[in-house]
């Protein structure tokens, strides 16, 4: 079972765009700019981003806060999580 607590989200593809959360949970997040250390995205052939570790990469994403538990599984159904990701604890930089 997820954790109750509400959490923070990296995204980096389309989960970057507001409309496209908004659709998919029915709410609205504070965001803000974030950039994680560590890797690369990469562009695939099916046409979505991943990333994979490598020491002098950055990524530029968004940070939302406070995911709701279901709205995490709403993102995690969209995202296939388990199946064409792992979603897992980082930390990411933001401004200020």
Known sequence: MPSQEPIHLFVYGTLTD????????????????????????????????FILPRADAIVRGVLLFNIDPVSLVQLDAYEAEGDLYQRQVVVVEVAD
């Open 18 to 49: 507001p409309e496209r959360v908004a659709a998919i949970t029915g709410q609205q997040f504070e965001r803000v700019d974030a950039t994680l250390n560590g890797f690369e995205r990469v562009d695939s052939p099916l046409g979505y981003p």
